[in-house]
C-alpha cells in the first residue's frame, strides 16, 4: 500500500486546520464577546449563551444576551434579547461600502424606578455605542426590530407599577448615509407597537446622523390607551383611580443646527375619575379625586368629550423648553372655544423652524381673513349681478 503523498498530506492538514478553526470559531468568539459584555459596559454586565457563524453570508448570530446592572439590586435585567444578527450588508458592499445590518429579534427594555439609585435602572451610564462598536467593528447602515418589549416599571411601589409597550417593530435605514448608498443622505426610522395591549404608537423620524448637529423630522402618534390599565401608575403616583376614559397623544418636532420646536398634543377622552361607593372610607383620596374631576370637568369640551391641550416647545437640544402659561391658555381654549383635532397639525418641519408658534398662528389668522374677505367680496358680486338683472327686467317692461 502506497504512502499518502506530501502535496496531499499538506492539503489534508490544511483541512483539518481549517476545520478545527471553524469549529473553534463559536467559542473563540463567545468568549470575546462575554468578556467585553462583563468588563466594557460601565455600571452593567452582560452574557451571551450561544454564538453561531455564519460564513456564507457574512454574519453572526448572538443567543440569550443579556446585560444586568452590576450591584445586583434591580431583580430584571436591562436588555434581554432572544436573537441578534450581525451581518454585511451585501447590496452596499457592490456599491463600494462595507457597512453592515444588524438585526433583533424579540429584544426586551426594562427601566425601572426606585427609591434609590442602586435600584434605578436608566442605562444612562453605559458607554453603549462603543459597546456596540466592539460587538461588531463594521459601520451599521440598517437595524430592524421585531416584536420587541419596552417596560417601566416599579417593584417598590405598592401596586408594582408596569406599563409597557408590546409587539414593537422598527426599521431604520441609511444609518450611514453613504452617497454610495443613498442618493437623498436621509436616514429613515419608521416604528410602530401596541400599548397595553390596547393602545397604537407609531413614530417616523428623518434625519443625517452624520451631520455636527443633525437635522432631523420626528412624528409622534399614541392612540387609543385604556386609562383603567394605567391605574397602578396612577395609584403610585397620583393617588388617584380612573374609572374609565382613553388618552392619545400626538406631537411634531423638528431641529438644525442643535435647535428644535414643535408641540406635544395629549387629548383624555371620556376619562372618568371617582368612584365613591368603593372609596367610601378614603375620605382624602376621596377629595383628591373629587378635585381632579372638577378641573376634568372645568377643561372638557362637552361636544367632543375630550380633554386636550397643545403643548409648544422649543429650545435647544440641552435645554428644552416647554410653556407651561401656554399649555393653561390652550386648556381654556379647548375647553370654551374649539376641540383640538385629534390628528397630527402637518405644521411642523425644518422649513418653518425660524417662526414661533405666535407667528404661525397669526399667519393662520390671516389666513381666515383673506378668506371671509373673499366670500364677502364674492357674495357683494352676486347681489349686485342681481341687482342689476332686476333693473333690466324692469326696463324692459317700459
Known amino acids: 500500500m502506497r504512502g499518502i503523498s506530501k502535496k496531499t498530506a499538506v492539503i489534508l492538514g490544511v483541512i483539518g486546520l481549517l476545520t478545527g478553526a471553524r469549529l473553534a470559531l463559536p467559542y473563540v468568539v463567545r468568549h470575546y464577546l462575554n468578556k467585553t459584555l462583563q468588563n466594557d459596559i460601565e455600571g452593567y454586565t452582560g452574557s451571551v449563551h450561544d454564538v453561531d457563524i455564519h460564513l456564507i453570508r457574512g454574519a453572526y448570530s448572538l443567543d440569550s444576551l443579556k446585560i444586568l446592572k452590576k450591584n445586583g439590586k434591580v431583580p ?6 432572544r436573537t441578534i444578527d450581525f451581518s454585511v450588508e451585501w447590496q452596499a458592499l457592490f456599491d463600494g461600502s462595507v ?4 438585526t433583533v429579534m424579540q429584544p426586551q427594555l426594562n427601566f425601572v424606578d426606585g427609591p434609590s439609585e442602586a435600584q434605578t435602572q436608566t442605562g444612562e451610564e453605559g458607554n453603549w455605542r462603543e459597546t456596540v462598536a466592539k460587538l461588531f467593528p463594521l459601520r451599521i447602515n440598517r437595524l430592524s426590530i421585531a416584536d420587541g418589549e419596552v417596560h417601566f416599571q416599579n417593584l417598590h411601589a405598592k401596586p408594582k407599577v408596569d406599563i409597557y409597550l408590546n409587539d414593537f ?3 431604520a435605514r441609511n444609518l450611514t448615509n453613504s452617497e454610495e ?8 426610522i419608521n416604528g410602530t407597537s401596541k400599548i397595553m395591549k390596547d393602545g397604537k404608537m407609531e413614530l417616523r423620524l428623518d434625519t443625517n446622523p452624520l451631520a455636527e448637529h443633525p437635522p432631523f423630522n420626528l412624528d ?18 397620583a393617588k388617584i383611580d380612573m374609572e374609565k376614559g382613553t388618552f392619545s397623544l400626538y406631537s411634531e418636532v423638528a431641529g438644525e443646527n442643535g435647535k428644535f420646536n414643535g408641540y406635544v398634543k395629549p387629548v383624555f377622552k371620556d376619562a372618568k375619575v371617582l368612584d365613591l361607593k368603593e372609596d367610601a372610607d378614603k375620605p382624602f383620596r376621596i377629595l383628591c379625586e373629587a378635585g381632579i374631576g372638577l378641573v376634568n370637568t372645568i377643561f372638557k369640551n362637552y361636544r367632543e368629550k375630550q380633554v386636550a391641550t397643545k403643548i409648544p416647545i422649543s429650545g435647544d437640544l440641552s435645554n428644552p423648553d416647554v410653556d407651561t402659561w401656554t399649555a393653561v391658555i390652550k386648556v381654556l381654549e379647548n375647553a370654551f372655544v374649539q376641540a383640538i383635532n385629534p390628528d397630527l397639525d402637518g405644521t411642523v418641519n425644518m422649513g418653518n423652524l425660524g417662526r414661533t408658534e405666535q407667528e404661525l398662528r397669526e399667519e393662520a389668522k390671516e389666513s381666515r381673513k383673506a378668506k371671509r ?3 364677502r367680496e364674492g357674495r ?7 341687482k342689476k338683472e332686476r333693473e333690466e327686467k324692469v326696463a324692459t317692461r317700459k
Do not use: M, W
Open 380 to 386: 357683494k358680486e352676486r347681489r349686485e349681478e342681481k
Open 169 to 171: 417593530d422598527l426599521v
Open 99 to 102: 457597512v453592515g445590518e444588524i
Open 76 to 81: 430584571v435585567p436591562f436588555i434581554a434579547v
Open 373 to 375: 374677505r373673499e366670500k
Open 181 to 188: 448608498i443613498s442618493k437623498t443622505l436621509v436616514a429613515s
Open 220 to 237: 409622534l402618534s399614541v392612540e387609543g390607551v385604556d386609562l383603567v390599565r394605567l391605574n397602578d401608575f396612577f395609584r403610585s403616583y
